[in-house]
């Protein structure tokens, strides 16, 4: 499934291939995010343009809405949204988590660049709220309707395979980032049980094939000796490739996640859940990762931040209204190959639709783009040099 | 400018090309409605793709955002948003009044197959409204900030000329259709000044020319004495080509347009302001239409109402969700093509854009297939069989 094409010296880095059964995927990679099978604002031709190569769709979304029954029926995720490409599908699991156990609490994952944000719950209050945990799953209530839902490791693996992504991940349990070392440590030998009844599911009869990638994910926290534990079972058990589940921060990066890499086994493929701005996603294939998935930068574009090599401005900034040159000279993007600074600033102005799309298509593209050149680089030896300078032109 | 093709028998109709400076323009056509310089939620490819030919934008919005200076600055209306085609800029006046004077009092343009949902305003409360019309032009308040600012026909040649436009539009005043004939016909006097007005600015040096086209309004709401007389005084004036300006419901088709095109001069073009809906076009058309504009086909996408053969459905009633096959089969629309009545009506429920996009894909397909539809039947001597077949089966 996965093919190295060349590493970066003295690191965990490395480009590579992952063949899928929609085609292969050229890393590093960054994940378009299509939460509910749909990548905001844009066509599966303009994802394709933005040069993105494989997206991902959510299990809890879809499962609430519309069912993965009907889109079995209509023959899996690919073709009920126009996709040809590879996909993935997360497991569930930080959803039914963030949107139940944690909804209202101002708990988020939001990792990136910023600080996390977090108001510290204890595992008590978590197990009040609207998911609750046990050996067996989670229990939570829908965020559409109220209505209760129990998923189990079985389940998920039932819901992604009717869903029919070509690379699925393992239930596992998202922690809060203020848990206690404690309860981190509980909540990671369940993803581990989890992980085992997952392989379990996934290898019973009639179950897996098809040349579908199960990815197990390691959980443990910023806790040395968790991580390092988490990836030495995880590794253990017979994935296909592997998740880094949990909240980081950018300075996790070379300590949590690089103490799972240097585990994980070199010739699997190994996918940063929930990490994508452009310093991270340097700092990630550094330390080991292949591909990344992040809201963030689908998500900026449609607040009207846009990145630059110089970092990110906010187009609605009054300035724009007079800029007649493209929001970055020199980008290969649709956005930037059409529009004005001025155009894509009077849309955002005018909270017009396509003020989204074309933001978007930006951001995808930037980051595309961006991935692309490391994976260049580390194919012309100079990664090193690429980061250095990437490193020291954009701006936080 | 305008070459006619082919004329209906014992009938007004007729089927012809419009040149342009942008193009040509095969009628019948319908405007796409891009007020503020996008038509809402569709890239320029897609508007090109749904088989629109031309696009009208708003005087009164771009005037307003980000300003015609920019525009003109930037190029003009088709490089600012990326649209080669043909365009149409209306006047203005309709938005100063609505917006202005009507602000705020449900009174609407609404046409097409509802009846008209007005509130009675007498014209002594209209003067006391947001905008205030005397003989010099109109005063309005913005609906952005509050701003005044004052629009007089030669002020609405001028921003016309910078948006630059291929056909733009004489000021005119666009009255209550339950306004008293006496002020209907100040009105109307009014406006026949103001196009005697539009016409020598547009003359004079430096200010026409390019092959713009700019088109006179008919005014004279639903009285047939106003209409005649309208249509002969403005018919008078050398225009290019014509507008039918007022409030219309379906029966006031075969009455005042129908008045008005026998009075027109056959050899220029007759645009019908602000229908849109299938039936109608098809009544326009018998009635001597060449072109019409209508917001109708794109907000009713945005709201999930979808056009068939059999007339529109909602495509948010529950049994869509299941669904599988296209919102109609045979239609040859990117969205029939490609995705499943399931998945626009999921995007629908889970309020994503590109539930907009592939709805407003759809309608604006089916409006310009119609009207192509319309245009062949001409040509080939079957417009009759074509009208009655197709009203026999489009249910309102």
Excluded at 111 to 121: C, R
């Amino acid at each position: 499934m996965f093919q190295i094409n060349k590493k970066i010296p003295k690191s965990l880095g490395r480009a590579g291939i992952i063949s899928t059964p929609h085609g292969e995927i050229q890393t590093p990679a960054f994940v378009a995010v299509g939460t509910k099978a749909t990548v905001k604002s844009l066509t599966p031709e303009q994802i394709k343009e933005t040069g993105s190569q494989i997206v991902l769709a959510n299990t809890y979304h879809l499962y609430l809405e519309p069912g993965e029954k009907i889109i079995k029926k209509i023959g899996g995720l690919h073709k009920f949204m126009n996709w040809s490409g590879p996909m993935m599908t997360d497991s569930g699991g930080f959803q039914a988590f963030s949107l139940g156990a944690a909804y209202g609490n101002k708990l988020s994952k939001f990792i990136g660049i910023e600080k996390l944000k977090v108001e510290k719950l204890n595992d008590l209050e978590i197990e009040n709220k609207r998911a609750k945990i046990t050996e067996d799953g989670v229990e939570f209530r829908s965020i559409i309707d109220g209505s209760k839902h129990f998923f189990t490791p079985e389940k998920s693996m039932q819901i992604q395979r009717d869903l029919g992504a070509d690379i699925i991940f393992a239930f596992d349990e998202c922690t809060s980032p203020h848990a206690s070392k404690d309860y981190l440590k509980e909540a990671m030998e369940r993803t581990h049980r989890w992980a085992e009844r997952c392989l379990a599911c996934f290898s019973s009869p009639g179950q897996g094939g098809g040349g579908v990638g199960l990815f197990g994910i390691v959980q443990g926290g910023r806790y040395e000796d968790l991580r390092k534990e988490s990836a030495k079972k995880i590794s253990g058990l017979g994935f296909e490739g592997f998740g880094i589940g949990g909240s980081f921060v950018k300075e996790d990066i070379a300590t949590a996640v690089k103490w799972v890499n240097e585990i994980l086994p070199e010739e699997k493929p190994r996918h940063l859940l929930g990490v994508g701005e452009p310093i991270d996603l340097i700092l990630g294939v550094e330390n080991g990762c292949d591909t990344f998935d992040c809201v963030a930068p689908t998500r900026m574009a449609r607040n009207g931040s846009l990145y630059t090599s110089k970092g990110k401005i906010n187009i609605l900034n009054s300035k724009y209204k007079n800029i007649l040159k493209s929001v970055e000279e020199g980008c290969g993007c649709y956005t930037c190959q059409n529009y004005t600074s001025s155009y894509v600033s009077h849309l955002f102005r005018s909270k017009e639709m396509l003020a989204a799309t074309l933001a978007t298509i930006h951001n995808l593209y930037f980051i595309n783009n961006l991935v692309s050149q490391i994976r260049e680089s580390i194919l012309s030896g100079t990664f090193q040099k690429f980061r250095n300078k990437f490193l020291g032109t954009y701006k936080i």
